[in-house]
């Protein structure tokens, strides 16, 4: 199932799982290019599990079987890049 989205690219954070996921997912099939976004740490002030990088490594995994292409991007709570700086004021 393609048409709607081929050839574009959409930006999708949470991507990691749940419907971030379901998103990137049914996007890809429509025939959209994914970048994938999630944080993939823990957050001390939340109570549950969060993404991990497993996790966003099978959403990557599930568009690429649809033969469209992902940038997976895990973040960090910094504003930057996982494992990167924060931004300086």
């Known amino acids: 199932m393609t048409g709607r989205v081929e050839g574009k690219v959409a930006f999708?954070?949470?991507a990691a799982r749940g419907l971030g996921r379901s998103h990137a997912i049914r996007l890809a099939q429509e025939g959209a290019d994914i970048i994938a976004v999630d944080l993939c740490q823990q957050v001390e002030s939340v109570p549950y599990p969060l993404a991990t990088p497993a996790d966003l490594a099978q959403t990557v995994k599930e568009v690429?079987?649809?033969d469209r292409r992902t940038r997976p991007r895990p973040r960090s709570r910094t504003c930057g890049p996982a494992g990167g700086a924060a931004r300086s004021s």
């Open 64 to 66: 690429e079987a649809l």
């Open 12 to 14: 999708i954070t949470g």
